[in-house]
């Protein structure tokens, strides 16, 4: 893993980036995978999605192991304060592996039908070789799916 882009509402980690946060070669390791404005992107996805929704998303982008799914849920467990209204979107590009991690409360707003939606719209984007345009997508799909948290919808 690599450094993270950490904000109070979400964390994008890679496999690079995980591991030594503070370390200024794994920054430069970062910065080769990543532009400055490929992570901006990725950083406002991801802070969009969280305020507009309620839920906190974050973002890994690495190896995930032989069994990806336990892998990305792990991640989910460690990645914050409540996992239970958080989502984790797993990219393991060499792997061609997406995994979406639902908490409970999240889940109840994003079935499974809308992460595997979300999830086949990245890897269209993936295959055309636009790594950061289809997470950003996804994030946009899975927000669109969850919609206002409660306490910002209008009782009618």
Sequence with gaps: MTSALETE???TATRHTATSRTEEAEQSRLDEIFTFQEL???DEALTMSSRETGL????YIGDLGKRTRIQ????HARSGVNPTDSVLLAVSPGQKVVEVVT??????RLPDRACALAVLSMTT?????DLVG???NGLRQLSDQAGHPASLRKAH
């Design 103 to 108: 908490g409970a409360g999240a889940g109840r």
């Design 125 to 129: 984007s993936f295959a055309n070789g």
């Design 72 to 75: 990305a849920e792990e991640l």
């Design 56 to 59: 906190r998303f974050t973002l």
């Design 40 to 42: 901006a992107r990725l």
């Design 134 to 136: 289809g997470i950003i």
């Design 9 to 11: 509402s979400h964390d």
